[in-house]
């Protein structure tokens, strides 16, 4: 009796702890959802660290060198440089709202790949996909909590995983299958009781544990990988499970497609899972020693590792078409937190303005946006912080943006399919010991020997202080003729400069624009306003007298600066 009350109790304790815990993680969920939904139309705020954004770059740098993830934007790729000038990196964080690892790494992808067609349609595709996240919050934050169950895969990428897989090379059960003969032969053995019976049954069995924890610490850390793939098979059967419109109908027959290569692997994968989890109880203690004797989770894990390394291509699929919705939500989570966007028009030719209305960088908490309609390039002036390398940032930043993710911080966007590149927030290479002035040089070459191939898809470049790391003669004669290539038909180039010569020399190339401020009760206003026309403002000197240098080195450097501008020659007192 009193061990019938002992058991009763047990169960109604143990009964109560899972009815709890389902309670709790309701509420967990219930919260979490609650907070996607007010995070709708604000900025994600998360750091990352060097390591992540790496580990988040993998998926881009294999698709780039792997045949199996296509290699369809290689050539209009954004490349280092061109990333590190625009400070993608923070471009991608303000944008990412993705809740898993997937999602993240198929969105910084996007960005580093700029589409020079939509031929096949994925960008109206896209777009439609888009609108309805943004249109319909429930399949939205339905979508969100299944890719939250997803996750993330930890320190490496999954297409580091896969790789790792691939160096355990085809892996046999035949090891196993002899060990669990051994076994069977060794306890016919006892019961015909002959007298090697015991001694056979003690060596099988120790041959079977030893050769079991062998394999067992080669498997191991492989599981984790598993586990991620079982992750997206349930992500997926979840995502296909939600309600949706037509607008979603081909996003979810290709999900189901994906999903039927992996029928056998999610079959096997019971044992495998709890390969490196125990609890310690009686019963799994019981079970690991049946699995030491018998390699059956060992035989699992194998036809589980000939699935993933057959299927590895729809792997990297599911991956994608899994990472592809995330990366739809974060776009739509992003327009909703821009005071205004736009869809951009794009066209092929080489002849076609680019038009950008109310342009702003978004990025920027507050900031002052600009317009301008272009059939050719542009030379910027303007003094330090008036808002020349932001409006080049700007403009860049959009361009690559309505290539990728069809949004841009404007109030109308409108140009050409572009291959874009920069050379702006340059540095001294000192591993390589390079000086500014060499790794200036060799950006710029880079851009020259772009804009000698593909005449088919227009060049937008953008350079900020065209050689500035040499003298004022050879910087002028070479910027020149560097300019006026980069003016040829089939090339936008924007310049900033602050070499009012340049604006003279290539006037006939370019279109003159320029930024000020004012000196104004002792400070410096800056309108941040794009404006016609060469700079004509002499502020730089009367900043000095701001700053408190004295009158007298004020007057003579305002008197040289005057009588330059009138002779053309530099003359001393």
Excluded at 127 to 134: D, F, N, R, S
Excluded at 275 to 290: C, H, K, P, R
Excluded at 454 to 470: A, I, N, W
């Amino acid at each position: 009796m009193e061990i019938t009350v002992l058991f009763a109790i047990l169960f109604v304790v143990f009964l109560y702890v899972m009815i709890r815990g389902a309670i709790e993680e309701k509420g967990r969920r219930k919260k979490y959802r609650r907070q996607l939904k007010e995070l709708y139309g604000s900025f994600p705020d998360r750091t990352y660290s060097a390591g992540e954004l790496d580990r988040i770059a993998r998926y881009y740098w294999h698709r780039r060198g792997d045949n199996l993830y296509g290699k369809r934007y290689d050539e209009n790729a954004i490349d280092e440089i061109t990333w590190n000038d625009l400070s993608m990196d923070n471009i991608f964080a303000r944008m990412n709202y993705a809740q898993s690892s997937s999602g993240e790494e198929y969105l910084y992808a996007m960005l580093r790949s700029p589409v020079i067609d939509d031929r096949d349609g994925a960008q109206e595709r896209m777009e439609a996909h888009i609108k309805y996240m943004m249109e319909n919050e429930d399949v939205r934050l339905d979508t969100m909590m299944a890719l939250k169950d997803l996750g993330h895969t930890g320190k490496y990428a999954l297409s580091d995983y896969l790789d790792y897989l691939d160096e355990l090379g085809v892996r046999s059960n035949r090891v196993h299958y002899g060990c669990i003969l051994l076994l069977v032969v060794s306890v016919a053995a006892v019961f015909v009781r002959t007298s090697l019976g015991v001694p056979l049954l003690i060596a099988a069995a120790c041959l079977n544990i030893v050769t079991y924890m062998k394999e067992k610490g080669i498997a191991a850390p492989y599981v984790t990988t598993f586990g991620y793939i079982l992750r997206m098979i349930h992500c997926v059967d979840a995502i296909i499970k939600i309600p949706t419109g037509p607008a979603m109908e081909d996003y979810v027959s290709a999900l189901k497609s994906e999903r039927r290569h992996f029928r056998d692997f999610e079959k096997h994968s019971g044992m495998v899972m709890k390969m490196n989890a125990s609890t310690g109880s009686v019963d799994e203690l019981l079970f690991d020693y049946i699995k030491m004797l018998t390699h059956v989770d060992l035989i699992q894990f194998n036809k589980m590792l000939n699935i993933v390394q057959k299927n590895k291509k729809e792997i990297i699929g599911l991956a994608g078409d899994i990472g592809y919705i995330d990366a739809v939500i974060s776009i739509a989570y992003f327009r909703a937190a821009l005071p205004y966007y736009t869809t951009p028009v794009l066209q092929t030719g080489t002849d076609s303005r680019l038009v950008i209305s109310e342009g702003f960088h978004p990025c920027i908490d507050s900031p002052v946006a600009n317009s301008f309609s272009q059939n050719r390039g542009m030379i910027i002036t303007g003094s330090n912080a008036s808002g020349k390398s932001t409006f080049l940032k700007m403009t860049a930043v959009n361009a690559i943006l309505a290539q990728t993710i069809n949004t841009c911080a404007a109030k109308m966007y409108k140009g050409n399919y572009y291959r874009i590149y920069s050379s702006m927030s340059l540095r001294d290479n000192l591993d390589n010991g390079e000086s500014y002035y060499i790794v200036e040089i060799k950006a710029l070459k880079r851009i020259m020997d772009a804009a000698d191939t593909d005449g088919k898809t227009p060049l937008l470049c953008f350079v900020d202080e065209v050689l500035r790391g040499t003298n004022t003669v050879e910087r002028i004669a070479a910027s020149t003729q560097i300019l006026e290539r980069l003016a040829q038909r089939g090339i936008y180039c924007f310049a900033a400069t602050h070499d009012i010569e340049l604006t003279h020399l290539l006037e006939r190339y370019y279109d003159n624009f320029h930024f000020e401020e004012e000196v104004k009760d002792g400070d410096v206003l800056f309108s941040y306003r794009l404006l016609g026309g060469r700079a004509h403002t002499r502020n730089a000197i009367k900043l000095l007298e701001i700053i408190g240098f004295s009158k007298e080195i004020i007057r003579k450097a305002d008197d040289m600066a005057g009588r330059f501008l009138q002779d053309g020659e530099w003359k001393r007192q």
